[in-house]
């Protein structure tokens, strides 16, 4: 073992020893609880987990296939350079070997000929209950703020837009009422944002950083786990085509790429308010290379984007009569008079809480390997001050500035390792650049297999443990 090696595994049990720490500090010394029961069971807060361990075969069969993706990436990234379709193929079998994986670890706890059960698990609450509502599309568009006012939408249907209901409608026309092909549904529209994801990684920080993204990212605990159960998978994957296509429109001078981008983000607005503060991280990132390189091609190519944005919506609110900012504006309200039903408000306490509670939860099932990266992201963005010089060093500024806010703004309760899907991506690419370069091809082979290992091991042994299914 390298040097390197050596240094980056201590800083590995050091984030396991703050997590532990962090997590102590949590249950004992901060008691304000906000997450609701699974019958009699307490969450094991700040985490949306219930201790419900499985002890059966059944978790044999992920780990099979854990050791089978660390067998396939040792025997086929031992090539330096590929051609193109090589590289494709490369690709092809890397989204196969994910599907699959995600497939079995949800196979632990839900039917294996019913993936999809999580839709219908909690009655009522998850987007499956308002797609009846749904007689076509534009109706649909043109009566959701009735609908919302009338309490006739689920619990997520209430609190998002319309988007998540609108695709499970279009996967029940095609295959019918089936949960399952629900699930996989979301699961294979999901997948595709790997792909994104690693692409903005070689643009922002280069080729090593690409290849650390393309073969940890799918194995990260909280997308393997949550691909398959989780709606916002989904639009995790509509929200990295977006970041990466705003990205490309902020470098390139070409107006189509900005169109596109402009298309991506009104889909992804589409399916969550989320993709509200993606746009921060794209607007402070031209921010900065406006800064250091001034002209007008970046606010043009953004005024593009937004144009846009705004031309899809205007035609939504007068062609079809939804109206995107009412929309906004009863999500919001339902959120807060839900928040404020649940925990009382947000008080100090609950806002400390909360704050400490996120980003515990959220850097919980990023797993050790990740963590430790994005330890090294955040230690560099200090060092490099207020307005630092380079692509991916002002991308990384403009994340984490928009991730204190979403941490501590109180904006959101928990639930985060879910709900924020949308972020891992973009940490993971961060977290992939951050960490140094290894003394060898042959060291860098090494550390990524342990760190593959390390998170598949970790995934499994959260899914068999912990119950979470929402």
């Known amino acids: 073992m390298t040097p390197a090696e050596k240094s980056f595994l201590r800083l590995q049990l050091g984030c396991l020893i703050v997590l532990a720490v962090a997590l ?12 609701t029961n699974l019958g009699d069971r307490p969450p094991l807060s700040p985490l949306y987990a219930f201790w419900v ?47 699959i994986i995600a497939q079995l670890v949800a196979g632990v706890r839900l039917p294996w000929n019913d993936l999809g059960a999580s839709l219908t698990f909690y009655p009522g609450e998850d987007f499956w209950a308002d797609v009846p509502q749904v007689h076509s599309p534009s109706e649909f568009l043109n009566q959701f703020s009735y609908l919302h006012r009338h309490n006739k939408l689920s619990l997520h249907g209430r609190t998002h837009p319309p988007g998540h209901t609108l695709f499970l409608w279009c996967v029940m026309r095609v295959f019918g009422s089936s949960t399952h092909a629900a699930a996989l549904a979301i699961l294979a529209v999901g997948a595709t944002g790997l792909l994104p994801m690693c692409w903005l990684a070689r643009r ?40 990466w296509l705003a990205v490309e429109a902020v470098l390139r001078r070409d107006a189509v790429v900005a169109v596109v981008a402009g298309v991506a983000i009104g889909v992804a607005a589409m399916f969550s308010v989320a993709e509200i503060f993606l746009c921060l ?56 008079s839900f928040i404020e039903r649940v925990v009382g408000g947000m008080t100090f306490t609950t806002w400390l809480y909360t704050s ?33 010089r380079g692509l991916g060093h002002q991308f990384v500024r403009a994340f984490w500035l928009v991730f204190a806010v979403l941490a501590c703004g ?24 951050a960490i140094p370069d290894f003394e060898s091809a042959d060291a860098e082979r090494r550390w990524l297999t342990t760190a593959i290992a390390g998170l598949c091991l970790q995934t499994i042994i959260l899914e068999s443990l912990l119950f979470t299914i929402w």
């Open 24 to 35: 102590a500090v949590d249950v004992w010394f901060i008691p304000t609880r906000v997450l």
């Open 53 to 99: 361990p499985v002890l059966s075969p059944r978790v044999l069969r992920p780990l099979l296939a854990c050791a089978g993706y660390l067998l396939w990436f040792r025997v086929m990234h031992r090539a330096e350079s590929r051609s193109r379709g090589a590289a494709a193929a490369l690709w092809l079998a890397q989204l196969i070997w994910f599907v």
């Open 204 to 243: 922002l920080c280069g080729e090593r950083a690409a290849l650390r993204v393309q073969v940890v990212l799918p194995v990260i605990p909280s997308v393997t786990m949550f691909a398959v159960s989780s709606s916002d998978f989904l639009f995790a994957s509509i929200a990295a085509w977006s970041v």
């Open 281 to 336: 991280v794209i607007g402070l990132f031209a921010f900065m290379r406006w800064v250091e390189l001034p002209g007008i091609d970046v606010w043009r190519q953004l005024a593009i984007v937004a144009g846009t944005v705004a031309f899809g919506f205007a035609v939504l609110r007068f062609g079809l009569g939804f109206n995107y900012l009412e929309c906004l504006q009863l999500t919001r309200q339902f959120h807060t």
């Open 356 to 388: 400490f509670g996120n980003t515990l939860a959220f850097s919980w099932y990023l797993g050790l390997p990740v963590l430790a990266g994005a330890a090294l992201s955040v230690a560099a963005t200090v060092r490099h001050g207020l307005w630092p």
């Open 410 to 433: 109180g904006l959101f309760v928990l639930e985060v390792e879910r709900i924020w899907l949308f972020l891992v991506g973009l940490v993971a690419a961060l977290a992939a650049a």
